[in-house]
Structure formats: structure tokens, C-alpha cells
């Protein structure tokens, strides 16, 4: 016998070794603390977690504007939309609200709307951006629009010529009708023909002198709006330069 043991020589098989009087209980008490133990380990994420719930987890806001705080979500602000907040109440995520039908039909025209603004927008900077590169000052780009307002004015200029034409073809057939009629005899069928054919092209080259000088008019208004917006684009680009 040595120490805490007894060592008993069996007959078949090894040596048994068994506690000696005394030590049952101390086993037991240590084998009922060690349960305890892994009993707590266990049991500590649950804590844990419990106690991180505890938090506040969510954030929205109703109908009438007032703010609601809540460790777990209700119909109410899966509707209207939530925050999600960290321990620190700092906002880590943002859910929108439930669209109903029309709501998203809404947004997506909306959604729409903004993305062509944007590249309407896009687009007018890459066109400035153009237009300060073509032009090196103010009376260069002043020059290129009055060759605009000079091609309309040829335009309609050749429109009056071909108008004044027409016209004197016109009275010169409605002279003949009238010799006729003053001399009594009967305005021949071909003739009261080329009348109103030629009432129709006088008619067509005055509606296209109207609509060229519409155009020439327009044209000039536009051109004032194109050159303050140059002038405004060369101001903030000498700013810019510092000179």
C-alpha cells in the first residue's frame, strides 16, 4: 500500500486501483463541481445574449411623427420603416417601409425621373465643357452665332425672292381672267386651273417666309440666353484659374 491507494492483485487481468476510505466524497464533491462549472460555461451566451437584446435594437417613427424605440420589431415599423441601432445607439442600418403597389409604382417613376435628371445633367456639363475648349473668348463664340442668324437671314431672304416671284406669276394669270371677263368672254377651265394652283404656292412660300422668320426670332433669343451662359461659364473659369 502507498499513499491514497490500495493496489489489489486480481487473478485475470490488471492490478485494480481503488481509493482509499474517505476519498469517495472528495471525488464526488469534485466531479459535482466540475458539472457546475460547464453548467455556467454553458449557459453564458445565452446571457449574453440576453443581455445584449436588452439594448436598445430598433428605431421608427409613425404616422404622427413620434419616435419609437423597441429591442424587437412590430408590424407598425416593418410598415413605416426602421433604424437598426448598435449598443452605443448609433445607426448601422436603414430599412425602408413596405411599399404598397401604388407606393412602388411611385418610386420607380420617381426613381426614373431622377436618373434622367442626372444625366440631363451629366450631359450640360459635358457639353459646357465642350463649348469652353471651342471657343477661347467671348467674341469668338459671339461670331460663330451671328453666322447662325446670317444663314437664316439668307434663308429668308431667298424665300422673299421666290415669294415676290410667285406672286407676279399670280397677278399676271388673274390680269388675263380679267381682260377676259372685261371683254366678256368666258375664263377658260385650264385657266382658273393655274389660278388656284398658283394660289397655293403663293400661300406655301408665305406660311415658309412666317415659319423662317419664327425660326430666326427663336433662334435670336436662344442665342442671347447661349452667350450670358458663356460669359457665365468663362467668369467662373477665370476664378477658377485665378486670373
Known sequence: MRGNVIRIRCRRGPMAILP???????????????????????????????????????????????????????????????????GQGMVVQHVDKTLTAQERVAAEKLATQRAAAQRT????????????????????????????????????????????????????????????????????KPLHDRIASQRDVVADQRATLARQQDQRDATAQKQAQQLQHFRELKEAQKQERGY
Do not use: C
Not at 428605431?59 to 437598426?84: F, M, T
Not at 410667285?166 to 394669270?173: S, V
Open 20 to 86: 482509499r476510505k474517505g476519498e469517495y466524497m472528495r471525488i464526488h464533491a469534485f466531479v459535482i463541481a466540475l458539472a457546475a462549472l460547464a453548467a455556467l460555461a454553458a449557459g453564458l451566451p445565452a446571457h449574453a445574449q440576453q443581455s445584449k437584446n436588452n439594448g436598445v435594437r430598433y428605431r421608427w417613427v409613425d404616422a404622427k411623427g413620434l419616435p419609437h424605440y423597441s429591442d424587437s420589431l412590430s408590424e407598425g415599423a416593418i410598415k413605416a420603416g426602421y433604424d437598426v441601432l448598435n
Open 121 to 188: 445633367a451629366r450631359q450640360h456639363e459635358r457639353d459646357d465643357i465642350q463649348l469652353l475648349n471651342a471657343y477661347p473668348d467671348v467674341a469668338a463664340y459671339q461670331t460663330a452665332l451671328q453666322q447662325i442668324l446670317d444663314n437664316l437671314d439668307q434663308q429668308i431672304g431667298t424665300t422673299r425672292i421666290n415669294l415676290h416671284s410667285q406672286e407676279k406669276a399670280l397677278a399676271d394669270l388673274l390680269a388675263r381672267a380679267a381682260d377676259l371677263e372685261n371683254a366678256k368672254e368666258p375664263v377658260p
